[in-house]
Nanobody, 123 residues
Framework: QVQLVESGGGSVQAGGSLRLSCTAS????????MGWFRQAPGQDREVVAV????????YFDDSVKGRFTISQDSAKHTVTLQMNSLKPEDAAMYYC????????????????WGQGTQVTVSS
């Protein structure tokens, strides 16, 4: 089994920044992909940014390109999402996700999930 523990999140005014971190533990062997999804009330869970291990590339949703960055420390099985220039529409529950295959954009492809951390952005 794999456990994902998230940290970060909170409340910020529009234009501000937040950083989310997620650390994987347990059977992390062959963990190729880690990243972040978000879910606003009444909406589907959507990809924000995901990153493949070993420099094999990352993906950002169009809505966050140029504002969010994702990085990973493969040795520590940690992924970090830096969120800048936050907008009210970025407010959601953010979930760390991981899978042993390469990254996809579909939430149902991910086996492992964190508990979620709330991001609130006030205008």
């Amino acid at each position: 089994q794999v456990q994902l523990v998230e940290s970060g999140g909170g409340s910020v005014q529009a234009g501000g920044s937040l950083r989310l971190s997620c650390t994987a533990s347990g059977n992390t062997r062959d963990m190729r992909c880690m990243g972040w999804f978000r879910q606003a009330p009444g909406q589907d869970r959507e990809v924000v940014a995901v990153i493949n291990s070993g420099g094999a590339g990352s993906y950002f949703d169009d809505s966050v390109k140029g504002r969010f960055t994702i990085s990973q420390d493969s040795a520590k099985h940690t992924v970090t999402l830096q969120m800048n220039s936050l907008k009210p529409e970025d407010a959601a529950m953010y979930y760390c996700a991981a899978r042993k295959g390469w990254c996809t954009l579909t939430a149902t492809d991910y086996t492992y999930w964190g508990q979620g951390t709330q991001v609130t952005v006030s205008s």
